[in-house]
C-alpha cells in the first residue's frame, strides 16, 4: 500500500470522526433525542424533556468532553460499578503500554526502519508514492547491526507490559475485595444454585432438597425455591405487554385512528373498534396467562433445579466448594447468580439437550470461521490491483483513476471487513446463550471470548497468510514452522492493519458516541410509540462486542510495535477516543445489567499474554530471515520467562476472581451479626430467585390509573 492509499484513508476516517462528534453535540441536546443520547439521566430523573426552542441547542459544543474527562474513578464505582471500572482499565492500561511503546517505536525503532535501503530509499521529494514498507522492518537489511535494537525494544517492552500487567491484576484484585467488603448483603452471596436433584417416590422437588439440605446443613440452611419451565408463560407475558402497550399508544391520542377494518389488511369488511379489539384480545391473554401458571405449579413442569439460600455467606459457599453426594453426578452445586441476572430459559433445557447443543456450539464456531475466510480472501484482494485486475478484468481502466485506486486499496477492504465483523458478536451470544450458562454475564463472557479468538483467528491470522490462506494451515500441525512463517508473512500485511485501526478503531470509537443505529431505530419508531421516561429501558454496555475490539487493537500494537511502529499513533488515537467516549456513554447511556466484580479482567490478561508470546514467536523468525541468529536465540529466553510469570499471576490472584476466601466471607458475615436489618434481608432473600414469569404483573386498562389491573395475575 502507497503513502497516499493511506493518507486517503485516514482522511474519510476523520471527516467521519469530525461529522460525527458534531452531530452528536448538537443532535443530543435536541429533547426529542433524549431517549438514545441520554436515556440514563431520563430514566434517574435527571434529564427532563424541555420543549421551548433554543438556538443554543443548534450549535456545537465540547462541554460533554469535559464532564467524561473530569469524572473520577470513584464516581464511576458508584454510578457504574466495578466492571465499568475495569473496562476503563482495560483502556487505560492500552494507553500506558502504547504511549511507552509509541516513544521507543516511533523516535528510535521508526528511522532505523526508514535508513535501511534493502527497499527503495525513502523519498522525501515524493513521499506520498512511498510504500508503507519502507517505514517497516522488511527494510533493514539482512544482517544489519541496526537490528539489535529491535531485539532491546522487544526485552524493554516485554518487562514494561508484563509489570503493568502484575500491577493492574494486583489493583484490580484488592479493588475487588474491596468492593465486596464494602457492599450491602446482596441475595447470591447467601444462595447457590443446585442441580441434578435426586427425586424419591412420592416427594417433591422442594421437598427432597428441603430434606436433604436440612439434614447435612442444619445450622446454615434456610429456603430453597425450585426451577419451574416457564417458557410458554414468558412468550403470554410478551404478547401481553405488547398489546398493552398498543392500546396506550391509542388511548394517548385522541386524534388516532381507531377503526380498522376487519378484511384483506383492513381494506374491506366492518369497520372493528381497535381499542375494544385489543381489550378483548388482552382478556384472552389473561386467561390463557392463568391457565398456564396453574398448569405450571399442578402439574409438575418443574425442572430437577433449585436455588437454595443459607443463613450465612460461608454456609453458601461451603456447600458450593464441597462435593454433596457419593455421587458427584447428583446435588450438583453452581454459584448462584444474581436474581436480575439469572437467565431463566436455560432451566427449560434438559441435561441431554445441553450436552447435544454444546457439540452443536462448537461445529458452530467452526463452519463459521470457514465460512468468513470468503470475505478475508475478498478483502485481500481489494488490497491488491493487480490481482483484482486479473479477477475483474472489465474494472482495470476505472482502477488507473488515482483516487479510485486509493480508496479501493485503503479504504474500501477494511470497510467490508467492518460490516461482516458487526454480525459477529451477536452470533456468538447467541451461541452462548444455548450453551446452558446460568447467567447473562456467563453468556457474556463466554461471547466475550468466543469473538476474541474468532477476531484473532479470522482477522490476524487469516490476513497474514491471505492469498494462500487454505494452504497454509497446515503450518499449525508443524510448530516448529510457525515462527518463520509468521515472520514472512505478518510484516508484509502491515499496511492493511495500519488502515484497520483507522478505519474499524476511530470510526467505530465515534459511531459508538453518535449512536447510528439506536438514533436510526427512534427516528423509525418515533411516530408510533408514546414511551414516558420513567418507562424508559436503559441500555448496558456490550462488553462482548468492545472488549474483543480493544484487545484485538492491542494485540495489533504488541505485534508490531517493531515491525512497523507507523501503527502505534493510530492506536493511540483509538485508545483516546475511547477512552472519551466510553466515559461519556457510562455518564449519560448505559446503565449496569449486572455486576460481576471484575471477572471481565482476567480474560484482558490473558490476550496480552498471548499477544507477548506472538510477538516473541515473529521475533525469533524474523531474526532469522535477517541473518541474525544469535538474537533469535536470545529471544527464545523471552517466551519462557513470561510464561512464568503467567503462571504466578495465575496463582497468585486468579483464585480471588474465582470465589471469596474464608478469612473474607466470615469476616462480613460477623459484621452482619446483630444488624436488625438482616431479618428484613433474609424474608426478601425467601422469594428473590422467584421466577420472574411467576410473579405478578398489574397493567392498567385505564391511561390515567395505574391501579386497577388490566391482567389480574395472582401468584400461584
Not at 465486596?180 to 432438597?209: E, N
Request: hydrophobic fraction near 45%.
Amino acid at each position: 500500500m502507497l503513502v497516499s492509499a493511506l493518507l486517503t484513508s485516514v482522511g474519510i476516517n476523520s471527516g467521519l470522526c469530525i461529522i460525527f462528534f458534531t452531530l452528536y453535540s448538537i443532535l443530543s441536546k435536541q429533547p426529542s433525542n433524549y431517549e438514545v443520547y441520554v436515556p440514563r439521566l431520563m430514566a434517574q430523573g435527571k434529564s427532563k424533556r424541555r420543549g421551548n426552542f433554543n438556538l443554543e441547542r443548534l450549535i456545537p459544543s465540547t462541554g460533554w468532553l469535559k464532564s467524561a474527562y473530569m469524572l473520577s474513578e470513584e464516581e464511576l464505582l458508584s454510578s457504574s460499578g466495578l466492571d465499568a471500572v475495569v473496562f476503563m482499565h482495560v483502556i487505560t492500561f492500552s494507553l500506558k503500554v502504547f504511549l511507552f511503546a509509541g516513544v521507543i517505536g516511533i523516535f528510535v525503532i521508526l528511522p532505523v526502519n526508514c535508513s535501511g535501503d534493502k527497499l527503495d530509499n525513502l523519498d522525501l521529494t515524493n513521499l506520498f508514492n512511498n510504500s508503507l514498507d519502507v517505514f517497516t522492518i522488511s527494510n533493514v537489511n539482512n544482517g544489519s547491526k541496526s537490528l539489535w535494537i529491535h531485539f532491546s525494544a522487544i526485552y524493554v517492552v516485554t518487562i514494561f507490559v508484563c509489570y503493568l500487567l502484575y500491577y493492574e491484576y494486583r489493583y484490580i484484585s484488592l479493588k475487588r475485595l474491596s468492593y465486596f467488603a464494602s457492599s450491602k448483603p446482596q441475595p447470591h452471596q447467601f444462595t447457590i444454585l443446585v442441580r441434578s436433584v435426586p427425586i424419591s417416590p412420592g416427594s417433591s422437588i422442594s421437598d427432597c432438597v428441603d430434606s436433604f439440605f436440612k439434614e447435612f446443613h442444619p445450622s446454615t440452611y434456610l429456603s430453597n425455591v425450585v426451577v419451574h419451565r416457564t417458557n410458554k408463560i414468558r412468550n403470554i407475558i410478551y404478547d401481553a405487554k405488547k398489546l398493552y402497550r398498543r392500546l396506550i399508544y391509542l388511548r394517548s391520542d385522541p386524534a388516532q385512528h381507531k377503526y380498522h377494518r376487519s378484511c384483506c389488511f383492513g381494506l374491506c369488511g366492518k369497520k372493528v373498534d381497535l381499542v375494544d379489539h385489543y381489550g378483548k384480545r388482552l382478556n384472552s391473554v389473561e386467561e390463557n396467562l392463568t391457565l398456564q401458571r396453574t398448569g405450571v405449579s399442578f402439574t409438575g413442569e418443574e425442572v430437577r433445579a433449585a436455588f437454595v439460600s443459607f443463613k450465612s455467606r460461608y454456609g453458601a459457599a461451603t456447600a458450593f466448594h464441597m462435593q454433596q453426594s457419593i455421587n458427584p453426578t447428583h446435588w450438583v452445586t453452581e454459584e448462584a447468580p444474581e436474581p436480575h441476572d439469572v437467565y431463566w430459559p436455560f432451566f427449560s433445557s434438559s441435561f441431554m439437550r445441553r450436552w447435544i447443543s454444546k457439540l452443536v456450539i462448537i461445529v458452530a464456531c467452526i463452519l463459521l470461521t470457514i465460512l468468513f475466510l470468503i470475505p478475508v480472501v475478498l478483502v485481500q484482494g481489494l488490497t491488491n490491483l493487480s490481482q483484482l485486475e486479473m479477477w475483474f478484468p472489465f474494472l482495470k481502466s476505472f482502477l488507473t483513476i488515482t483516487m479510485v485506486s486509493q480508496i479501493v486499496t485503503g479504504y474500501l477492504p477494511n470497510l467490508i471487513l467492518l460490516l461482516f465483523l458487526k454480525m459477529v458478536p451477536p452470533i456468538m451470544e447467541f451461541l452462548s446463550s444455548i450453551q446452558g450458562y446460568i447467567s447473562h454475564s456467563d453468556i457474556e463472557k463466554s461471547a466475550c471470548n468466543k469473538v476474541l479468538w474468532f477476531t484473532i483467528w479470522n482477522i490476524f491470522f487469516a490476513t497474514v497468510f491471505s492469498g494462500s490462506a487454505l494452504s497454509q494451515l497446515n503450518i499449525f500441525l508443524e510448530p516448529k514452522n510457525i515462527p518463520s512463517k509468521l515472520a514472512k508473512a505478518v510484516p508484509a500485511q502491515a499496511s492493511f492493519f495500519i488502515a484497520y485501526v483507522v478505519t474499524s478503531g476511530w470510526t467505530s470509537a465515534s459511531s459508538e458516541l453518535f449512536r447510528v443505529i439506536p438514533l436510526f431505530c427512534s427516528l423509525l419508531t418515533r411516530p408510533f410509540t408514546d414511551c414516558k421516561d420513567d418507562e424508559l429501558e436503559v441500555p448496558s454496555i456490550a462488553f462482548h462486542k468492545d472488549i474483543p475490539r480493544i484487545l484485538f487493537f492491542g494485540l495489533l500494537g504488541i505485534t508490531y510495535f517493531f515491525l512497523a511502529p507507523l501503527i502505534l499513533p493510530f492506536l493511540l488515537v483509538y485508545f483516546f477516543l475511547g477512552y472519551i467516549i466510553f466515559r461519556n456513554q457510562f455518564i449519560n447511556v448505559y446503565a449496569p445489567k449486572y455486576e460481576t466484580a471484575g471477572k471481565f479482567w482476567p480474560i484482558v490478561h490473558n490476550s496480552m499474554i498471548f499477544s507477548l508470546l506472538l510477538m516473541h514467536a515473529i521475533a525469533v523468525g524474523i531474526f532469522t530471515l535477517k541473518k541474525l541468529p544469535k538474537a533469535s536465540t536470545l529471544i527464545i529466553p523471552l517466551p519462557i520467562l513470561t510464561l512464568l510469570f503467567n503462571e504466578y499471576c495465575r496463582k497468585r490472584f486468579l483464585p480471588n476472581f474465582i470465589a471469596y476466601s474464608a478469612e473474607s466471607l466470615i469476616k462480613r458475615d460477623r459484621q452482619d451479626d446483630g444488624d436488625p436489618a438482616m431479618a428484613e434481608f433474609f424474608e426478601k432473600l425467601v422469594t428473590s430467585y422467584e421466577d420472574p414469569a411467576m410473579m405478578p404483573i398489574h397493567f392498567s386498562s385505564d391511561s390515567d390509573s395505574l391501579h386497577s389491573p388490566l391482567i389480574h395475575s395472582v401468584r400461584v
